[in-house]
């Protein structure tokens, strides 16, 4: 199969189940919303090593937010509820709560709640106010009002918690360095004008995909030998003589259609710039189909 | 469904207790079940007031005077609008919902009240707020003597200057976006306090006679 004379491997991405939840930042302007954000998402590509994988979902304008101020939403995902809300407790506090001006709220409607501020507002030594307000629904939600050094820190208590995927992903195999990465940046800019995804690593891309396993028995992951440029011909290749460069594009999602829907959005971007941008194949990463329930088949993905 | 509506019939020149008027007692009674509900002594709803409307989570009274006490005692849940002026104990422990007062409240309007919002578009009575415990009371005219007695925790939102009480400590001028958050809770509600917008507001803190963990904010309209 090809994409703009681009060749599509028939192959697929191996995803998992993760916990997933949206939180709702704001603050006196963007930049600042932009602030807290980013420190809230700081350190969080990959489960690894980071216990949670968080980006950027998109901007909030005014009207779309609970007190009226600009702001961004986040999606944050994990293996795991336990993790989800440690990590989502921790970085509240030392993310939102610390930066000036940010504000919380829940960004999910779920059966399943989690904690936003509720175990926050004893940061508050006995100061904080509860306020139970309706929504546009006309639903009770529960705000805390938490006395800080710039005025009050707002946060609602909780935000919904759902069952979501992690590890989408495609490969991108070209000519040169410069030229994949400027295909992942074009994929990276279409895919970010969609909802309920994000991708996690710096910039949407990462460059060091990994196989399971190592020689060093202490080592549960290693580099993707078979997709490493400057291995071909000394270990068991996936890449053409003239592939020098690959880089991976993952993504976490609310639901399977989602990441299927980015996926489709990111290959075509990305293939948009043509064979004679340097841009070879198109490939994913996955485990034999035997570890991720979702499977991702890029010829089905594609083709819809 | 049209609102459960209570018009007063005759022109009522002793107080008459309205406490059983609400959405939780009221909820799943026919008309002819309210109209012969006894409101007090040999006092029926029937007696006093003409009733229509089923929606019982939605309660109106018209034709309202400072005589009806009582209204919203202990209301869980739901609205209940007075187009006009009530009397004593407007929205006494109340534990939920909305309470819009369109006239002037009597004395003790939101006495011990623990949760919802009450709403007084004209002016409050002596002792309001007195001994509240949570939610938000908000009054646009002009509030009595003993203001917030005893207040535990709570806001009490303030459109006039209220008079200077030994109990209640100036916290300053301050710019609060929870109040974008409180004022957008009222989008939905047939209120002059929807049309506030100013986030700026004087805050005291008190009553320090008890707990001191209570506010009143004078909003800042200028």
Redo the contacts between chains.
Sequence with gaps: MNQNDIQIDDTFAEAFNMRGTRVLITAQNLKWAYNAANAMTGFATSVIGCGVEAGIERELAEDET????PGVSILMFAMGSKVLMQQLETRMGQCILTCP?A?AFSGLASEDQISLGRNLRYFGD??Q????????D?N?QR?W?IPVMD??F?TQETTGMVRAIGGGNFLVLGESQPQVLAACEAAIEAMKKLPNVIMPFPGGVVRSGSKVGSKYPKMFASTNDAFCPTLKGRVKTELDRGIESVMEIVIDGLTFEDIALSMKVGIEAACSLGPDAGIKRISAGNYGGKLGPHLFKLHEILGT | MAALTFTLKNNLIRSLDCSRLTTDILANKSTADIEVMVLEAYNTVGDWFTVSGSDSTQIVFKGTNQHLTHIGKQMPNGTITIEGDCGDFLGQNMQGGVIICKGNAGDRAGDKMRRGLLLIEGNAGDYCASSLMAGTLGVLGTTGRYLAYGMKRGTLLLAKPPADQATWVDCGLHTLPFLSLLFKSFTNIDTKFSKITSTRAQRWMGDISCTGKAEILLLDQD
């Design positions: 609970p007190d009226g101020r001006t504000a006995g100061n106010i509860s306020k139970l307000l309706p929504d546009a006309g009770n705000y009002r005025g009050e707002i």
